[in-house]
Structures are given as C-alpha cells and as structure tokens.
C-alpha cells in the first residue's frame, strides 16, 4: 500500500521514474503521471481500468503552456484560461505533436486544464512534463474527494498520495471546446454554464450519454455499488418495500435512520463539495438502496444533478 503526506519532493521523485502518484485539485484527487510518456499513459489507463476510448486530461502549471501542448489556439480559450485557470475548467483544444494520440484516445484535440491547489500547482512548477491525470476512482465508480478515498479504492496501485486535504469544489471540472467558434459545453462542471457564456458569448451543451466523441460521459458513472435511485423521494420511499434505505437529500432531514445532507444551508456549492463523500458514505453503510433527490437547478446544480442521474443510471 501507498504513503500519503504532504511532501512535493517525494511526488517528484517517484513521477520523474516513471511512477503514479495521486494528486489533490480542487475539483477531485487525480491519477497523475508523466503525459508525455506512453509507457506512463498506459499505466494510467490500467490502474483506472479505464476503456482506451476515454481520454485523459493533461493539467498543466500556467495557462502560458497552452502553446506548448495546442495549435489553432482560439482567442475565446485565451480568454477563458485568463478568467477561470487556475480552476475547475478543461478547455479542449487542437493538440501539437508533443501530445500523443493515447492521451487524447486518438482524438485531434487535447484537453488542458490548469487545477487550482497550492499542492499541485507546486508540483506542477517544479516538473519538466505536464500530468495527464483522470479522477482517481476506478472506472465508473464514485470520484474520490479525499486522500483517504483513494487510498483505500487505488491505494496500491500508486508511488504515493500527495495529500492536499478535502477537495474544495467537489465535482470535476467543466469541458469546453469549440465548434465554429462557438463554445461548447461537453461536461457540465465546477464552472457554470452562465460564467463561461459571460466571457464566450453563447454557448451550447452537448452532454451526451454514450458518445465515443464525447467520453466519459457514459449514462453509467459516479456510480455506488448500491442500487440507487433518483426522483421524488415521497414515491421513492412509498415503493420501498422492506429494504432499508439510505437518503441522499439536498437540505432538509427527513428523519431517516439513515441520512446523508448535502446542505444544511440550502447552498449548492456546498452541496457539490459534499457529494461525492455523501454518496460513498452511502454505499457503505447499512442500507440495501439509496434513494435521492435532485438539487436546485441554479449555479452548480446542474452539475451536480448530472453526477447524480448517471449514479442512479446503473441501477435498473
Ligand atoms: O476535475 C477534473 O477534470 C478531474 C481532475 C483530476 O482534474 N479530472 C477528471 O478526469 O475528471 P476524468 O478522466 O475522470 O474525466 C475527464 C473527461 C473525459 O472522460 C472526457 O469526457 C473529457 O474529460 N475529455 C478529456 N479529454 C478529452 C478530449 N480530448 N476530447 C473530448 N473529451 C475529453
Ligand atoms: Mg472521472
């Protein structure tokens, strides 16, 4: 099993020879490695157990490296790194020839990201290659937000876990590209789609289920081990049955024995910060079926809503 603990030198060391190590974002913990190495970007592929069609981000110290790792650089994905990076965005861009095709799962375009933690941003600064870095769950399951989370789902499959504490954001980050220079939401994310349109002009989603164009974004992710269900929790509980059950809610108890609160505050930032561990909490505890509500459609919302249907898609 893998040590955890704050120490740079350390990451550096075991990433300089070629090792994994798990690293702290705001967003979520990532499964870090050298992305210009293809022996690396292998090893990433199969500690996650991930389907080769599903490409990795590259995180990268600043937005000036832009230009190193992408080509045909739009003046909108300028504009987006000056206003949001370091933070909860991924910008996809035409990859240069330093990216190779297994990063981006044979894709054109690259996705980049400069993530907003000291730790990391450290680690990033001091490297001489970039980190292509998936959330660090195994495939489809629930991201970790915690290094304790990812020592106990991955833990032997990475150098070290460089321990940044509990993520700040809670849900990964947003994916935009472009189309005709339009943007274009592919993953709803840290960053609303309100605030990436007041800097781009209008933007459209396309947040589809299955789509190899669009990774990742498979109807079954995020998911518990735990049949779980999404909907009105009033018709929910009334089709229980004698199973127990577990409450995912967003605000307000409903005096379940078993209960998880996004938010006492009603506050869907705090509720996105939340969830991933309230999910997991969950599926370990005593119930047979987790049943959840969804959560205001306002800033994160969304997002958060999205994480939460596909955890409940898996469940039939
Ligand atoms: O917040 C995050 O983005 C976290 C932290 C660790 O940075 N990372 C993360 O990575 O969520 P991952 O691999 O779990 O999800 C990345 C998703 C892919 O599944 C895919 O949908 C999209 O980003 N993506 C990455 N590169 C892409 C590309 N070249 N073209 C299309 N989609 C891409
Ligand atoms: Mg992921």
Redesign the pocket.
Known sequence: MSSAGRDIAKAISHLNAGELVAIP?E????LAGNALDSTVVTKIFEAKQRPAF????V?IPDPDKIQTYAVDIPQAAYDLADVFWPG?L?I?LEKSQSISDLV?SG?S???L?C?DHELTLELLGYLSFPLA???ANPFGYISPTTAEHVRRQLGNRVAYILDGGSCKVGI??T?VGFENEQAVI??R?GIDRKSIARITGKTIEKIVSSNPA????LTQHYAPRKPMRLGNLDELISEKGNRKVGLLLFEKSRGEQIEKILSPSGDVNEAARNLFAALRALDESEADIILAESVPEVGLGPAINDRLQRAAATSI
Do not use: N
């Not at 967003?27 to 990532?30: A, D, H, L």
């Not at 599903?54 to 981000?57: E, G, Q, S, T, Y």
């Open positions: 974002t967003t979520v913990y990532g599903d490409p990795l981000i995180h909860p991924t996809l981006t894709l375009r690259v996705g990201r993530p870095a998936p959330s990964e980050s994916v592919y993953r994310g669009a990774p990742g974004q």
